[in-house]
C-alpha cells in the first residue's frame, strides 16, 4: 500500500499533467467567420485582408466602423456630388460654345477666353474668404446656399443674349463655386484621421475628371435629343439639364454636411461621436476648431509658416507637371491621320489613368504598408509622369513608346488627393491656417496657370509641344525634390512640438504624445482632455 508521501507525488504529477495538457480546441462555430478551416474561411480572411489595404480596417471597434458608414454615405456622398455638379457647370460652357454658343452671340476672336477669365477671377477672389467665413457659418449652410445661387446662374445662362451678359453670369458663377473646393477638402480633414482621409480625398478629387467626360456626353445627348424643344437651342438645353442636376444636390448639403466635429448639428452624428472624433483627432496632434481663431494678427502670424509658401507651391508643382493645359495626345493623333472617333476617345485613357492611379495611391497611403504617409506615393506618381514627359520632349521615339509616353505623363494626375490629405498632417496645429493654405494653394494654381499656358503650352507648337514637355519634366523632378523636403520639415516639426509638449511621439504613426504643460494631452485616443 502507498504510502501517504507517495499518494501527495502521485496526486502533484496528475495535477501537473492536466495543467499542461493543451486546451481543447474551440468548438467551429465559437471561431470568426475567416477563422474557420475550409476554402470559404480563407476566401473571408483573403477579402479581409485586402480590405484593409483597399479601405478601412476590418478590426476596427464595430462603433467606428458604424460611424465611418453613416459618415461616409452622407459627407462624402455629399461632397462627391457636389463637386461633380460643380465642375459639370465649370466646363459646360466649352460644349456650349462648339454646340451654337458661338454663332447666337455672335463670339469671335478671344471671347470665349475672355469669358474663361471672368470665372476665374471670380473663383480667385472668393477663396480664401469661403474657408475664413466657414469658420463662423456653418458649412452645412454656406456650401448649399452657394451651390444653389450657382445653379440658378447656370438657368440664367440659357437665356443669355450679347457676350456682356455672359462675362458678368460667368463672373457670379466662379465667385459662388470658388468656396466648394476648399472648403469639403478643409472639412474631410477635419473629420478623418491619418489612415481615413487620403483614400476618401483623392475619391473626392476624382469626380472633377468624371464630370468633365461626362459634359461631353450630356451635349451630345442635349444637342441630340431636344435642340429646338420649346423654342431653345441645343447649347441653351445643356445649361437648363447642369441647373437641373445641381438644384437638387444642393438641397442635399442642408442635411449631408455636418459642419466640423466641434459643431455639428448633424442628425445622423450623436453627441457622443463627434466627441469620440474630437479625441481621436486630437490623439493624432490636430488643434480643434476655435484654438486659434481669426483675429487682426492671424494673418501676420500665417504668413511667418513654412507652410504658407512652401505648399501653394507644390500644388503648382503638381498641377504643371502633366500635359492638362492642351489636348496634347489628340492633337498628335489629328497630325498622324487619326479618325475624329479616335481622337475623341482614345485620349479620354490618360483621364482614366489619372483617376485609378489617384484612387490607388490614396488607398495604398492610407494602407498598413504606409500608415498615412503621404509622400512615397506622391513620389511615384511623379516619376511615372517624369518617365512620359522625357520621352515625348525628346520625341524623335518610335509611336509604340509615345503611346506609352501619353498615358504614363497622366500619373501626377493622381497626386492632388493623396496631396491634399497630407495638409492636416503638415499643419495640425493650426486648424482655421489649414483652411487657408488649402484655398491659397487652389488660389496660386489657378493664377499661374494664366500666364504659365501662355508661355510653355502654345498651340504654335503642336504637336511636339517641345517647351511644355521640357517644362512639366522640370516640374515633375521639382515636386519629388520637395516632397523629400516636406517630409524632413515634417519631422522636424513633430519632434519640436513632441519636445514642446514635453511628451514623445512617434513621428512615423498617430500616437499622440503626452503633455504636462499644453492645453489637451492625451495618452490615447480613450484619454480623457485634460484643460
Not at 444636390?249 to 442642408?254: D, K, M, P, S, V
Not at 492632388?416 to 496660386?444: C, K, Q, T
Request: glycine share 8%.
Amino acid at each position: 500500500m502507498a504510502s501517504k508521501e507517495d499518494q501527495e507525488i502521485q496526486a502533484k504529477a496528475l495535477t501537473d499533467a492536466s495543467v499542461s495538457r493543451d486546451p481543447s480546441p474551440p468548438a467551429p462555430n465559437e471561431l470568426k467567420p475567416w477563422e474557420r478551416p475550409g476554402i470559404l474561411g480563407r476566401t473571408r480572411k483573403t477579402l479581409r485582408s485586402i480590405q484593409r489595404y483597399v479601405w478601412d480596417d476590418p478590426d476596427k471597434p464595430s462603433e467606428e466602423k458604424w460611424f465611418l458608414l453613416k459618415l461616409d454615405t452622407f459627407l462624402l456622398v455629399a461632397s462627391c456630388l457636389g463637386y461633380f455638379s460643380k465642375n459639370l457647370d465649370q466646363a459646360n460652357i466649352g460644349n456650349a460654345y462648339v454646340s451654337g454658343m458661338k454663332e447666337a452671340l455672335g463670339m469671335h476672336g478671344s471671347e470665349l477666353t475672355y469669358a474663361g477669365n471672368c470665372f476665374t477671377a471670380g473663383y480667385v477672389i472668393g477663396q480664401m474668404p469661403a474657408v475664413m467665413l466657414a469658420t463662423r457659418v456653418r458649412p452645412s449652410i454656406l456650401i448649399p446656399t452657394l451651390e444653389i445661387l450657382w445653379s440658378v446662374l447656370t438657368f440664367c445662362s440659357s437665356s443669355v443674349k450679347t457676350t456682356s451678359q455672359l462675362y458678368a453670369i460667368r463672373f457670379l458663377v466662379g465667385l459662388c463655386e470658388s468656396g466648394y473646393f476648399p472648403v469639403m477638402i478643409y472639412l474631410i480633414g477635419s473629420w478623418y484621421t491619418k489612415e481615413e482621409r487620403g483614400k476618401r480625398t483623392a475619391l473626392f478629387y476624382c469626380t472633377a475628371a468624371l464630370a468633365g467626360m461626362f459634359s461631353g456626353y450630356l451635349q451630345a445627348g442635349a444637342y441630340k435629343g431636344l435642340d429646338g424643344v420649346y423654342g431653345r437651342q441645343g447649347w441653351q438645353w445643356l445649361f437648363i439639364v447642369c441647373g437641373i442636376i445641381s438644384l437638387p444636390i444642393a438641397f442635399l448639403g442642408y442635411f449631408f454636411i455636418p459642419d466640423f466635429p466641434e459643431t455639428t448639428r448633424a442628425f445622423y452624428i450623436t453627441k457622443e461621436e463627434a466627441d469620440r472624433q474630437c479625441k481621436r483627432l486630437v490623439a493624432e496632434g490636430q488643434k480643434p476648431l476655435g484654438h486659434n481663431p481669426w483675429d487682426r494678427k492671424k494673418f501676420f502670424g500665417i504668413a511667418k509658416q513654412w507652410q504658407f509658401w512652401v505648399l501653394p507651391v507644390g500644388y503648382w508643382f503638381v498641377q504643371g507637371s502633366f500635359p492638362v493645359y492642351q489636348p496634347v495626345m489628340a492633337l498628335w493623333l489629328k497630325s498622324n491621320g487619326h479618325s475624329v472617333y479616335e481622337r475623341n476617345v482614345w485620349p479620354t485613357g490618360q483621364v482614366a489613368v489619372g483617376v485609378v492611379v489617384q484612387l490607388a495611391a490614396g488607398a495604398l497611403s492610407d494602407s498598413p504598408l504606409l500608415k498615412g504617409r503621404r509622400w512615397p506615393a506622391i513620389i511615384v506618381m511623379q516619376a511615372g509622369t517624369f518617365f512620359g514627359t522625357v520621352i515625348l520632349a525628346v520625341w524623335d521615339v518610335s509611336d509604340k513608346l509615345k503611346y506609352v509616353a501619353y498615358y504614363f505623363s497622366y500619373f501626377s494626375a493622381g497626386v492632388p488627393g493623396p496631396y491634399y490629405a497630407w495638409y492636416a498632417d503638415l499643419i495640425p496645429h493650426d486648424h482655421e491656417m489649414r483652411g487657408f493654405v488649402i484655398a491659397a494653394s487652389n488660389m496660386f494654381s489657378y493664377i499661374m496657370s494664366i500666364w504659365y499656358t501662355t508661355a510653355v503650352w502654345r498651340t504654335i507648337d503642336a504637336p511636339r509641344f517641345k517647351p511644355g514637355f521640357i517644362a512639366a519634366s522640370v516640374l515633375g523632378v521639382a515636386m519629388i525634390v520637395l516632397s523629400l523636403i516636406l517630409r524632413l520639415l515634417q519631422k522636424r516639426d513633430e519632434k519640436r512640438r513632441a519636445r514642446d509638449n514635453d511628451g514623445v511621439r512617434d513621428v512615423e504613426s498617430p500616437v499622440n504624445f503626452v503633455s504636462n504643460g499644453g492645453d489637451v494631452a492625451y495618452e490615447g485616443p480613450e484619454k480623457e482632455i485634460k484643460k
